[in-house]
């Protein structure tokens, strides 16, 4: 109940955390989700130290706590995150596990948040109701799915492996619905995780007390790890500035230093992000949910359980990165699985891999919002992505591809790929911070409108010319 005690301290005007907040120059928002993120932590040790062992329980303290977070950040607003649970397990009562229950809790679900987004947003980054509305949005949504799945597994049609592993049999208990929703290391930011993954948790399938010294110490290097990269985030925005970016003197700089700048600017942005799910990745393996099987062993080695099953966060694949796919691959990846297994390959049916990508990155974009920055980055991507996939199938098989990555030569060209990487999410990523078109569109003129000039022409200028060359190499080295 420490989120009410703080909210009654803040109504009568004595919390500390307007103060801290002015002192680190935060907002107050700010900090409260900070604060609550971190709580998750303890959280964990106390519920496997005095909790656990009350299996009834269980679920009403994953509900109470997360409640208790929920007022404290949003107040009376919480009411907004139970309304789509108590929904879902209405019309899965009504209607059954079946696919117009599917297509009800899409509708329902996209609508509630949309019209959340209309009513809160601004063009500053707004922390309200509508930030753990989102995550619960895909957690219902694949819900429904995954009971969806279940059904039809029970009728002995064909679903993916991977469908299989979260499909449900049974349909959730009320209690265990709420704490599905409510769980306080994942309610705020996410990582979403599957309903099947929470009754594997809550019905000690998973072998915390066998793996409790591996489960710590891998909880807290984590979390050592988002108390790091969160200290990196706050160093790199004072370096690098969007209000810098935004300003006069800007534009006096060369385009070349407004590109490299940018830049760095996007890749210390993301670390805000980075920070945030690390942080949640160690309280939710504090919890003993992020089991994820056992690591390969050789006969005689005792058995080691892996915890990364909820990482949402590759982080040598992301400061690795040389292309935009290795990003896609490694940042918010719980959320790339949802996109992957619940929009991407249910398109299936159109017969046409582009356009799913494209109806799949628009989805996700008016997931964010209703901003058109949203919809110019994820349109950024797609075009990125399309053009890297073509490049790559071009030139991976070539002669002189194959020889600079065989020479010393690969240490000049990982350095342009790393470049072109940094610079170039820069460029995708300024439209997502700051949303609204005449402040975007203001600042891409400032470069020149780069990434339309590099990735657009594509199909129908660069890639018949690359063709071309291609060919004409390979004649000649014959």
């Not at 799910?277 to 058995?303: K, Q």
């Not at 796919?325 to 390959?345: G, L, R, V, W």
Request: charged share 15%; with cysteine; net charge positive.
């Amino acid at each position: 109940m420490i989120g009410i005690f703080l909210s009654l301290l803040g109504w009568i005007g004595l919390s500390p955390v307007p103060f801290f907040a002015y002192l680190i120059g935060t907002t107050e928002p700010a900090l409260k989700l900070l604060l609550s993120i971190l709580l998750g932590y303890p959280l964990g040790v106390i519920y496997n130290d005095h909790f656990k062992r009350h299996v009834r329980f269980r679920n009403l303290f994953f509900i109470i706590t997360g409640l208790d977070i929920a007022i404290y950040n949003f107040g009376w607003s919480f009411y907004n995150n139970l309304i789509p649970g108590l929904v879902i397990y209405a019309t899965t009562k009504m209607f059954g596990a079946n696919g117009l229950n599917v297509i009800f809790t899409m509708v329902f679900n996209m609508t509630y948040l949309l019209v959340g987004y209309v009513n809160t947003e601004s063009e500053d980054y707004d922390i309200t109701w509508t930030m753990p509305q989102c995550v619960l949005t895909l957690k219902l949504i694949a819900l429904s799915f995954d009971l969806w799945d279940g059904q039809r597994m029970i009728r002995g049609r064909q679903i993916s492996e991977t469908n299989k592993v979260t499909a449900l049999i049974t349909q959730p208990t009320f209690e265990g619905l709420m704490g599905f929703i409510y769980f306080p290391a994942c309610f705020l930011v996410g990582p979403i995780f599957s309903y099947k993954r929470y009754i594997c948790f809550i019905s000690n399938e998973f072998p915390v007390e066998k793996d409790y010294e591996n489960l710590t110490n891998t909880a807290f290097k984590r979390l050592l790890q988002g108390l790091g990269y969160l200290i990196a985030f706050q160093v790199g925005i004072s370096v690098f500035s969007m209000k810098y970016m935004m300003s006069d003197e800007f534009w006096e700089t060369s385009i070349f230093y407004r590109h490299f700048y940018s830049g760095l600017w996007a890749h210390f942005a993301l670390y805000k992000y980075i920070s945030c799910w690390l942080l949640t990745e160690a309280s939710c393996i504090r919890f003993g949910l992020s089991f994820n099987g056992y690591e390969n062993y050789h006969p005689g080695d005792s058995v080691k359980a892996k915890w990364d099953g909820c990482s949402n966060i590759k982080l040598m694949r992301f400061e690795g990165a040389t292309k935009f796919q290795h990003y896609i691959d490694s940042f918010n990846c719980n959320t790339n699985h949802f996109a992957a297994e619940y929009i991407y390959k249910r398109l299936k049916f159109l017969g046409n891999r582009n356009l799913s990508q494209f109806l799949t990155l628009l989805f996700l974009a008016l997931w964010h919002g209703t901003r058109s920055g949203y919809y110019m980055t994820f349109f950024n991507e797609f075009i990125i992505i399309y053009m890297e996939k073509e490049f790559e199938h071009i030139i991976s098989n070539t002669d002189a591809y194959k020889k600079i990555w065989n020479s010393n030569a690969k240490y000049l060209l990982y350095g342009f790929l790393k470049t072109y990487t940094i610079v170039f999410m820069g460029w995708s990523l300024i439209p997502f911070d700051l949303k609204v078109y005449n402040k975007w569109y203001n600042l891409y003129a400032s470069l020149y409108f780069s990434g339309f000039l590099v990735f657009l022409p594509w199909a129908f200028v660069y890639k018949p010319v690359l063709i071309k060359l291609v060919k004409w190499y390979n004649r000649s080295d014959k």
